[in-house]
């Protein structure tokens, strides 16, 4: 299965070198398949959160979780329960308000044999129509650059999320659409 795996990398023009760079760990069919379900993890919340769905969301978090969104909105990180994040997100990101969230160029490196921390950069798009009223600044999105940092432990469960930090490098829009929850 090994060689299978390495050959079909290999011959996709990967390459285990920078395979191995990347994850700080030797090349191994397990290391592989890990980097690849998180991966799948991170691509997976942007969906869930952009279809509001908040039940296949919050599946992919443990029970506690480190928060850093605060070049967004000011504040101090904070560990919280992961059911007060998705009723944050789920509060925003009401019926009127439409997002699409993309990440890429994902860098996982592993901290042992459970846990990893993974850097990508990110870009998300918020839509409302009711931003486009003169009175709430007469432009209908707001949209975001930056990286993200997700921290992944193995649970009994499989790979969760148990931090998650957003720093934003640029943004421009309309702020009202990026602070209010839709109608």
Known sequence: ???????????????????????????????????AKMIRIADAIDAAVDAKDWATARGFFTDEITVDFTSLVGGEPATIPADGLIAGWSGNLTAEKTSFHLRGNHAITFQGADDALMFSHGYAWNWMESGALDANGGDPFWEVWGTYEHGFTRTEDGWRVNAMTFNATAQRGNAFVRDTPGS
């Open 1 to 35: 299965m090994k060689q299978l795996l390495t050959s079909s990398i290999v011959a996709l023009g990967i390459g285990t070198a920078a395979f191995a760079q990347d994850t700080g760990q030797p090349v191994t069919a397990e290391t592989m398949v890990d980097r």
